[in-house]
């Protein structure tokens, strides 16, 4: 069975194990509540939908009680759909930290940090001019195109805008550690996002490639 | 925020003795040696020194490291351990230090005499 948890990203530090400093993330996963389960026949696709983390309850409007009434659920920060065969789920179902273990490769999915509107050196990594001797050009793109022929910009020109923001995965993380009694999972490496953002935990596609050969 | 507290907390040791910059400590580090592959690898710890003086502790809680300094055959070397490390076996303190600073960087650009620190006079 596939394996997948939405969770809350906490913050990074270390480990030691082996005699090793590892650095690791540690992710508050689960315990997620199944909330629907998305069939082909009424929603043309696959998927489970799983609620996680406490809110207000004052602060659920009316058609999300109801919806999660279905679960037996009563206030949840955020509802996610993971890429989960629904057969082997129930509604009202928990899914916990324990189905990892130590050893696994997971990729991890989250919103990266906004950057705001990011010049072209930060953005694409352009080399930028000398920052003196009588330099006229500092920071800036340069030229965008030609003349007469094109007489117009190439779409996907790199330029200047909004950076970051973006649904990142970070992929074949290791797990570290797993506490199943404070819902903790340890990934070594970095994870998108910053702390206190919503992460989802999948069993990596490199392991599963693996394990199919 | 609680929950990385209480994991750092896990991973410190308890018996590590008070020490600061310009105290001289010797520091007792075990080393794995590993020899052969497959069925005939053997792996033979042995421990090993370092003795000199402490110029630096930088980071707080399991992700303190501190850094010791010594002159070997003429030639100044530095060393920084993480003080909680399972490879640090033991921390003795040799010599405790006066100095007024916590970052004994000058030390240095010294050589000879004034590359010395003060004894401490009354140790609590």
């Keep these: 069975m596939e394996k997948a948890i939405i969770g809350e990203k906490l913050g990074m530090t270390q480990v030691f194990k082996d005699d090793l400093m590892i650095p690791v993330t540690v992710i508050k996963a689960g315990p997620c509540v199944v909330t629907q389960l998305k069939s082909r026949d009424t929603d043309g696709y696959e998927a489970v939908q799983v609620g996680f983390g406490d809110k207000k309850p004052d602060s659920v409007n009316m058609p999300m009680k109801g919806h999660l009434k279905k679960s037996g659920s009563e206030a949840l920060r955020v509802l996610a759909e993971l890429p989960l065969d629904p057969?082997?789920?129930?509604?009202?179902?928990k899914i916990s930290v324990g189905i990892f273990e130590e050893g696994d490769r997971t990729d991890v999915t989250g919103i990266s940090k906004g950057k705001g509107f990011a010049g072209v050196v930060k953005r694409w990594g352009f080399a930028g001019g000398p920052s003196s001797?009588?330099?006229?050009?500092?920071?800036?793109p340069g030229a965008i195109g030609q003349c007469a022929t094109p007489s117009r910009v190439f779409k996907g020109k790199k330029l200047p805008g909004r950076m970051g923001s973006d649904r990142v995965t970070v992929q074949n993380l290791l797990v570290v550690g797993v506490d199943t009694d404070k819902d903790l999972l340890l990934v070594k490496g970095a994870v998108p996002g910053a702390k206190g953002t919503v992460v989802m935990v999948r069993e990596s596609v490199k392991s599963k490639k693996k394990a199919k050969r | 925020m609680k929950e990385?507290?209480?994991l750092e907390r896990s991973q410190m040791k308890e018996d590590v003795i008070p020490f600061q910059p310009g105290d001289?400590?010797?520091?007792?580090?075990e080393i794995k040696e590993a020899s052969g592959t497959g069925e005939k690898r053997t792996v033979r710890t042995r421990s090993q020194a370092f003795q000199g003086l402490v110029i630096r502790r930088q980071g707080a809680g399991a992700r303190e490291t501190f850094t010791v300094r010594k002159i070997s055959f003429g030639v100044g070397v530095e060393r920084t351990f993480p003080l909680h490390s399972p490879v640090i076996k033991d921390i003795q303190m040799v010599q405790e230090g006066d100095v007024r600073r916590a970052k004994l960087y000058y030390i240095r650009d010294k050589v000879g005499k004034a590359a010395r620190v003060k004894k401490k006079k009354f140790t609590s």
């Design chain 1, 133 to 140: 001797h009588g330099a006229r050009f500092h920071r800036a």
């Design chain 2, 24 to 29: 001289t400590v010797k520091v007792t580090i």
């Design chain 2, 4 to 6: 990385i507290e209480t």
């Design chain 1, 87 to 93: 057969a082997g789920y129930k509604t009202g179902q």
